[in-house]
């Protein structure tokens, strides 16, 4: 080869991704038989970040990523109550009120999910570690409201966010460096629970209740420690849930129903938590 040629031959060489270093190379990474690999990273990233940041057990906050906060829900009812008097007849417009007038409703349960992040976070700061420290599935709704109350109380708090089709953005209240992007459903719950030392949900869809009965299956079952299960929304809650029909069906067992509790106010969930682990060594590993 001249010269010429044999520089032209290493550049071909170096730009195939099989001349990267293995971990570099995220086609090689992507493929089917590398997701062992893949699994095992996101557990061991926000685990290692966490330990780094000395944060020693978490609470939990679930809820639909739809809600808004009570000034955005009254923004925007006040701006479809305008659009609606230029046209009062028009039956899409009426459909917008009526739904930013049922947000403004839901938006109490925003603001109870603020302050509890706010209540949590004032007390997270120990001599050895932060404790209760708030994590949320980090995108919008509930989930930024929780993050809100941390962040608006100079605490940290977490976000454990996923690539989803209708891709998110995780909220501006997460602490920097606390944001986590998963892929695996499985691996973010199971960081959801290591660390958790109460679950609050409130009202929301598929994603909390799925979050919700998979908490109280691992507490049934003993594969994680007793923690406060606490669900906001006294209202929501006892239409969504039949859970005495459950237990008239011998389904669950009487018992089962002191596994979890049915609030108004975050005050309320607060407190239950509180007592709880005030009357409680938390020496008891989990088993996840």
Not at 173 to 181: D, H, T
Request: no cysteine.
């Amino acid at each position: 080869m001249t010269p010429a040629e044999k520089r032209k031959a290493l550049e071909r060489i170096r730009a195939e991704g099989t001349y990267s270093r293995a971990y570099e190379d995220m086609q090689f990474m992507q493929r089917r038989e590398l997701r062992p690999v893949r699994l095992q990273l996101e557990l061991l990233k926000p685990e290692t970040v966490l330990r780094e940041h000395k944060i020693r057990s978490t609470i939990v906050a679930f809820g639909s990523a739809r809600l808004v906060s009570r000034s955005e829900a009254l923004r925007q009812r006040d701006e479809a109550r305008r659009r609606l008097r230029g046209k009062p007849g028009d039956r899409k417009l009426k459909a917008d009120l009526a739904f930013w007038e049922m947000r403004l409703k839901q938006s109490r349960y925003y603001e109870e999910a603020r302050k509890f992040g706010q209540m949590v976070s004032r007390t997270q700061r120990r001599p050895h570690g932060l404790e209760f420290v708030v994590v949320t599935g980090g995108g919008p709704g509930i989930m930024e409201a929780a993050n809100r109350g941390a962040y608006e109380a100079r605490g940290k708090s977490i976000g454990l966010n996923i690539t989803i089709p209708n891709e998110q953005d995780p909220n501006p209240y997460i602490s920097p460096g606390l944001a986590f992007q998963f892929h695996y459903f499985s691996l973010r719950k199971m960081h959801f629970m290591m660390r958790a030392k109460a679950m609050v949900a409130f009202p929301g869809g598929f994603g909390t209740l799925d979050e919700l009965f998979e908490t109280l299956t691992l507490v049934q079952t003993g594969k994680k420690r007793r923690i406060p299960i606490v669900l906001v929304g006294r209202e929501f809650w006892t239409r969504v849930l039949d859970i005495e029909f459950i237990v008239e069906e011998r389904l669950v067992s009487p018992e089962d129903l002191k596994l979890f509790s049915i609030v108004d106010t975050a005050q309320e969930a607060w407190d239950i938590i509180r007592k709880h682990w005030a009357r409680r060594s938390n020496h008891i590993e989990d088993r996840l």
